[in-house]
């Protein structure tokens, strides 16, 4: 049983859609790092327009800002609010959780059946 | 946050290569009920050889036979054995408590933050 591994993939839905997952989590990181929405998208080979329409989607469905836009005379770039950061962390502390439960059951339920 | 729901995929790994998951599941469950690999494959729209070479991968990296083939004088077909049984068995129990386990998580990390 020793290179058999569980594995798991969890997110978050809202009316049958993805409100928040490792892809939309992945995308608020790059905006926290590039400090934009455009780089941000880039780095993970994705339109800005698609990156926007995730952030938007994810907005609506949580009714919460998430990130904020500015404009300035020399620079121009985008910022987590305070909310993103704590919905990223508490996400991350989710996952975490959830595919240590998962590998905790996997042992109590496939180790007889494996070592037999 | 009544809307807002957890999902989770898990399944299993063998050298970074799926061993079972929710698909094989739906594929031995075919079998059982179709008592043919080829009726099976054709319900979940796959062909003969894909699902073949699934039952063969999983077979050969569990070292378990699972599915038993039979030619008869009319009748030809394909049998689970009780080890395939008994793996759909404990990974449906797995895949529950997994789920269970989850929206349990959710609740206690996430509650906070959505009720704010």
Redesign the interface.
């Known amino acids: 049983m020793n ?13 049958e859609e993805v ?1 928040f997952g490792a892809g939309r989590a992945a995308l608020f990181q790059a905006i926290e790092e590039t400090g934009s929405i455009r780089q941000a998208a880039n780095k993970l080979g994705m339109s800005y327009r698609a990156a926007w329409g995730k952030i938007k989607a994810t907005e609506e469905r ?1 009714g919460i800002r998430l990130v904020e836009k500015y404009a300035g005379g020399l620079q121009s770039g985008a910022v987590l609010t305070p909310q993103a950061k ?2 990223m962390e ?1 996400f991350q ?2 996952k975490k ?2 595919e240590a ?2 590998d905790e ?2 042992i109590r ?2 180790n007889k ?2 070592s037999s």
């Open positions: 290179k058999l591994k569980p594995r798991s993939k969890t997110w978050i839905e809202f009316d409100v949580l704590e919905l508490i502390q989710f959780d959830s439960s998962v059951l996997f339920h496939f059946f494996f």
